[in-house]
């Protein structure tokens, strides 16, 4: 079975600091796996996605993830934080259905 | 850019009485999705649809959930008798194709309360 897991529920940066929000996946097949934001009040919203073309797949507003077999890892980053990043991430496998983690809240401060 | 939207934004209902929330996938999709989230727990699947038929459901869509495609735009989910655990928020899905590397594109969703 897939699955994922999202380590920190919170997460909380500083305006132009690094973020990173970590995701790791448990999977027998090579995995698809996406990343979504969730901006209050709003539906989900895809980032970005790896299906295996590239190990560093970049995303809008300025985020990217890197996929890392050895690490069973995809974690998002993003080099500047914004005030407007300010969201709910969350990391998904998908087989035919999504498989979602349990999400990171992200807060920004100024 | 098309999107997918839902309605109502908010339904509170009654335990035991019945609810239809309503999705418009985009228009060239061909397979539906319901997801639901309950406060604080992560986002889960309930429901694929393609063709007029499920394609795969989940061990919470149990007999008090349908699904429908009433007409060829509408997206239906009905809960028959609703239970004070189907508090959630509902997301409606939808994507071209069923291929593992295509995009599921979601509604913002319905925040369903049962009293």
């Known amino acids: 079975a897939q699955s994922v897991t999202q380590l920190g529920s919170h997460v909380s940066v500083s305006e132009g600091a690094l973020v990173l929000l970590r995701c790791n996946y448990s999977?027998?097949?090579?995995?698809?796996l996406f990343w979504y934001v969730q901006y209050p009040n709003q539906g989900l919203q895809l980032l970005l996605k790896y299906t295996s073309a590239a190990t560093l797949v970049k995303g809008i507003n300025g985020f990217e993830a890197e996929f890392k077999k050895s690490e069973t890892s995809f974690h998002l980053t993003k080099p500047s934080a914004h005030m407007s990043d300010a969201a709910e991430y969350f990391c998904a496998v998908k087989a035919d259905k999504l498989i979602f983690g349990t999400g990171t809240r992200l807060q920004v401060f100024p | 850019e098309p999107e997918v939207t839902q309605t109502p934004s908010h339904q509170v209902t009654q335990m035991g009485q019945e609810v239809i929330l309503r999705c418009v996938p985009i228009?060239?999709?061909?397979?539906f999705y319901w997801y639901r989230q309950i406060l604080g727990q992560k986002v889960e699947f309930l429901v694929s649809?393609?063709?007029?038929?499920?394609?795969?459901k989940s061990e919470i869509f149990d007999d008090q959930f349908s699904v429908e495609r009433p007409d060829g735009s509408n997206f239906t989910l009905k809960i028959r008798s609703t239970k004070l655990e189907d508090s959630a928020m509902y997301f409606c899905?939808?994507?071209?194709?069923?291929?593992?590397?295509?995009?599921?594109?979601f509604g913002p969703g319905t925040r369903l309360t049962v009293l």
């Open positions: 999977s027998s097949v090579p995995p698809y």
């Open positions: 899905a939808s994507s071209e194709a069923l291929t593992s590397t295509d995009t599921q594109y």
């Open positions: 228009s060239n999709h061909l397979y």
């Open positions: 649809f393609y063709n007029n038929e499920i394609s795969e």
